[in-house]
């Protein structure tokens, strides 16, 4: 008899493996010292918790309760979206934070990928936001 039962077994990697990858975009945004210049901005912390609290609630919506995982994705997906509305900020005509808030939306995404057991999906979105950040070196910043 194991002493942690399947079910939760599974919530636990799935929770791991998301908080890695949160940590992954997370990471980013603390190295190129965005998460200290933009008021608000989310960093490694906010990012792994935002990856790690959407799988906990979608992994263990689907896996031990009969809950529509659409209708849970949904849910956290708009209460995410006011996190990120935070970390944006107007100020003498420009706009900062939108990048971070961005990037904790799809934290949260990743995080639900991950609570469904779509690791590869998850993984390669990690991988594609990671590239798309890096190419703000490119971009012309006044």
């Not at 939108?98 to 904790?104: D, Q, S």
């Amino acid at each position: 008899m194991a002493l942690i039962p399947q079910n939760e077994m599974i919530i636990v990697i799935r929770v791991v493996i998301a908080a890695l990858l949160g940590l992954a975009i997370g990471l980013q945004r603390e190295r190129r010292k965005v998460a200290q210049k933009e008021y608000g901005a989310a960093g490694l912390r906010t990012h792994a918790i935002v990856s790690v609290g959407a799988a906990l609630i979608t992994a263990a919506g689907i896996l031990n309760f009969p809950i529509d995982p659409v209708r849970i994705a949904a849910s956290i997906m708009t209460g995410v979206g006011f996190i990120g509305a935070g970390t944006v900020i107007a100020t003498q005509g420009k706009i900062k934070g939108l990048t971070t808030a961005a990037t904790v939306w799809t934290a949260a995404a990743i995080g639900i990928a991950i609570g469904i057991g779509l690791f590869t999906s998850a993984i390669t979105a990690t991988i594609i936001i990671l590239a798309l950040l890096e190419l703000s070196r490119f971009e012309k910043i006044e």
